[in-house]
């Protein structure tokens, strides 16, 4: 019988929500993030250094690699302010290809990239192909071994913030086997890189062309612990995008009660009306149920409920935050169907975190699998 564990929360993580929470309130109120969306990157690079001389980076890298030893679950607690306040920068990318390479990475490969990484060395990841299958061990691109170099080929999407990164972990199958490679970014051509557009603004997408691309075989990870790495990589990027949609959900409250508690019609606040109230409501007892499924999740991830943990969260988060997005539009009126509006900044933060690395539909049936065979 499996032991079941509660739902913790370390002194360690309330420190770091308590500072995730301030300094993303602080960094990204809504005109900030209206104009990144009209900038190159995407991000703001002296934010991101911010975050690098905080740590943030080397939360879940071992000290030995210059990180501060913590887990994701730390992690978690930074993301989910991030998520409240759209703050979009490479955080999540890097830290998931830092747990890439402690998974399945060779010595050189960690003793090389993980300080990096810690130091504000941006990655990216590729996993995702033309076929838009969720699982990432269906892989389409290949690397051939001639010598000491791989050539790769194939067509990788969805791989954000591909432009800035300095390097890039992509799938690959070697001879049939699904493998994992680290692509220095100067091997990739500028005209390999195509901008995609994508449903969420904040996010900057390519599409990348492998084919030609030669790397040193020694960039190959570990061929015995690259399937279940990259098992553990799906869960880590649920929790992840769980911890986003969270507090997504949270700042699509935040700007509604706000206009509730401003517009008025008939000589009365327009959130003093009960239906309006009771939706509310709902998504807030909604969102604290999410938040506990996260939580649990975080403290379990790597005991045997951890996956039907994960899962839970991911497709409770993802559905709270649509319904959140979508209430933010209607109760805005006629005006939040503009792209004047903020609500619709939320909604389509929401398209994009529910369909990354599975929607609720995916999970919940690979849930019944887990919990009724």
């Given at each position: 019988m499996i032991k079941k564990a509660g739902i913790t929360f370390s002194e360690e993580q309330g420190q770091l929500l308590e500072i995730a929470e301030s300094f993303s309130r602080d960094k990204a109120p809504i005109a900030t993030v209206r104009n990144l969306i009209e900038s190159e990157t995407g991000f703001d690079k002296d934010v991101w250094t911010e975050m690098v001389n905080l740590g943030w980076l080397g939360i879940a890298i071992p000290e030995e690699f210059g990180g501060s030893g913590l887990s994701v679950a730390e992690v978690v607690t930074i993301v989910e302010p991030m998520g409240r306040m759209l703050l979009a920068t490479p955080l999540v990318s890097t830290t998931l290809a830092a747990?890439?390479?402690?998974?399945?990475?060779?010595t050189a490969q960690k003793q090389d990239l993980l300080p990096r990484m810690a130091g504000g060395a941006i990655a990216a990841l590729a996993m995702h192909e033309e076929h838009g299958d969720w699982d990432i061990s269906h892989v389409t691109c290949t690397g051939v071994i001639s010598g000491d170099?791989?050539?790769?080929?194939?067509?990788?999407?969805?791989?954000?913030?591909?432009?800035?990164?300095?390097?890039?972990?992509?799938?690959?199958?070697?001879?049939?086997?699904?493998?994992?490679?680290?692509?220095?970014?100067?091997?990739?051509?500028?005209?390999?890189l195509q901008r995609e557009t994508v449903i969420d603004e904040t996010r900057r997408s390519y599409r990348i062309n492998l084919d030609g691309i030669s790397v040193p075989a020694t960039n190959i990870f570990d061929a015995e612990k690259t399937a279940a790495a990259l098992k553990r990589y799906?869960?880590?990027?649920?929790?992840?995008?769980?911890?986003?949609?969270?507090?997504?959900t949270a700042g699509a409250?935040?700007?509604?009660?706000?206009?509730?508690?401003?517009?008025?019609?008939?000589?009365?606040?327009?959130?003093?009306?009960?239906?309006?109230?009771?939706t509310m409501v709902d998504i807030l007892t909604d969102l604290e149920a999410a938040r506990s499924f996260l939580y649990y999740a975080a403290g379990v991830i790597d005991t045997d409920e951890g996956e039907a943990a994960v899962?839970?969260?991911?497709?409770?988060?993802?559905?709270?935050?649509?319904?959140?997005?979508?209430?933010?539009?209607?109760?805005?009126?006629?005006?939040?169907f503009t792209y004047e509006c903020d609500a619709q900044l939320f909604r389509r933060r929401a398209f994009w975190t529910a369909n990354q690395s599975g929607d609720a539909i995916y999970h919940r049936k690979r849930l019944a699998t887990l919990l009724l065979d």
């Amino acid at each position: 019988m499996i032991k079941k564990a509660g739902i913790t929360f370390s002194e360690e993580q309330g420190q770091l929500l308590e500072i995730a929470e301030s300094f993303s309130r602080d960094k990204a109120p809504i005109a900030t993030v209206r104009n990144l969306i009209e900038s190159e990157t995407g991000f703001d690079k002296d934010v991101w250094t911010e975050m690098v001389n905080l740590g943030w980076l080397g939360i879940a890298i071992p000290e030995e690699f210059g990180g501060s030893g913590l887990s994701v679950a730390e992690v978690v607690t930074i993301v989910e302010p991030m998520g409240r306040m759209l703050l979009a920068t490479p955080l999540v990318s890097t830290t998931l290809a830092a747990q890439l390479l402690l998974n399945a990475g060779t010595t050189a490969q960690k003793q090389d990239l993980l300080p990096r990484m810690a130091g504000g060395a941006i990655a990216a990841l590729a996993m995702h192909e033309e076929h838009g299958d969720w699982d990432i061990s269906h892989v389409t691109c290949t690397g051939v071994i001639s010598g000491d170099t791989v050539t790769l080929s194939g067509i990788k999407r969805l791989v954000t913030d591909a432009k800035v990164a300095d390097t890039i972990l992509a799938t690959i199958s070697i001879a049939g086997i699904p493998s994992l490679v680290a692509i220095d970014s100067g091997s990739i051509d500028s005209a390999a890189l195509q901008r995609e557009t994508v449903i969420d603004e904040t996010r900057r997408s390519y599409r990348i062309n492998l084919d030609g691309i030669s790397v040193p075989a020694t960039n190959i990870f570990d061929a015995e612990k690259t399937a279940a790495a990259l098992k553990r990589y799906h869960l880590l990027s649920c929790l992840l995008l769980s911890a986003e949609a969270c507090g997504g959900t949270a700042g699509a409250m935040d700007i509604t009660l706000n206009y509730l508690n401003t517009r008025r019609t008939f000589d009365r606040f327009i959130g003093s009306y009960q239906s309006l109230k009771h939706t509310m409501v709902d998504i807030l007892t909604d969102l604290e149920a999410a938040r506990s499924f996260l939580y649990y999740a975080a403290g379990v991830i790597d005991t045997d409920e951890g996956e039907a943990a994960v899962r839970m969260a991911k497709a409770q988060s993802s559905d709270n935050f649509a319904y959140a997005g979508d209430r933010a539009i209607q109760f805005h009126g006629g005006f939040g169907f503009t792209y004047e509006c903020d609500a619709q900044l939320f909604r389509r933060r929401a398209f994009w975190t529910a369909n990354q690395s599975g929607d609720a539909i995916y999970h919940r049936k690979r849930l019944a699998t887990l919990l009724l065979d």
